[in-house]
Nanobody, 125 residues
Framework: QVQLVESGGGLVQAGGSLRLSCAAS????????MGWFRQAPGKEREFVAA????????RYADSVKGRFTISRDNAKNTVYLQMNSLKPEDTAVYYC??????????????????WGQGTQVTVSS
């Protein structure tokens, strides 16, 4: 059974940084795509960043390009989201997700099969 456990959220001032982690277990993830999504109160869940575990190919939402970096550590089965220059509008619950079937990096939540429980990120102004 696939399990995704996020950590690293918290409260930070605008301009600060956080690194989110997503520890994956229960499968061999070398053919998976891994994504980060976020959902702010009253808003729909939106794509943030994604990476193919095997190739390392990445995609980012325009709103985070140049500020966020997604990466993975094969030995630790962990995906990271380094978030720099944080803004109040980055405040949301951040979710890690795994796509077990696609060969490309997807930005649509519907392509992802497994989800973590989420971690809260709050950016104060």
């Amino acid at each position: 059974q696939v399990q995704l456990v996020e950590s690293g959220g918290g409260l930070v001032q605008a301009g600060g940084s956080l690194r989110l982690s997503c520890a994956a277990s229960g499968r061999t993830f070398s053919n998976y795509g891994m994504g980060w999504f976020r959902q702010a109160p009253g808003k729909e869940r939106e794509f943030v960043a994604a990476i193919r575990w095997g190739s390392g190919s990445t995609r980012y939402a325009d709103s985070v390009k140049g500020r966020f970096t997604i990466s993975r550590d094969n030995a630790k089965n962990t995906v990271y989201l380094q978030m720099n220059s944080l803004k109040p509008e980055d405040t949301a619950v951040y979710y890690c997700a795994a796509d077990r079937t696609s060969l490309v990096v997807h930005i649509t939540a519907g392509f992802y099969d497994y989800w973590g429980q989420g971690t809260q990120v709050t950016v104060s102004s």
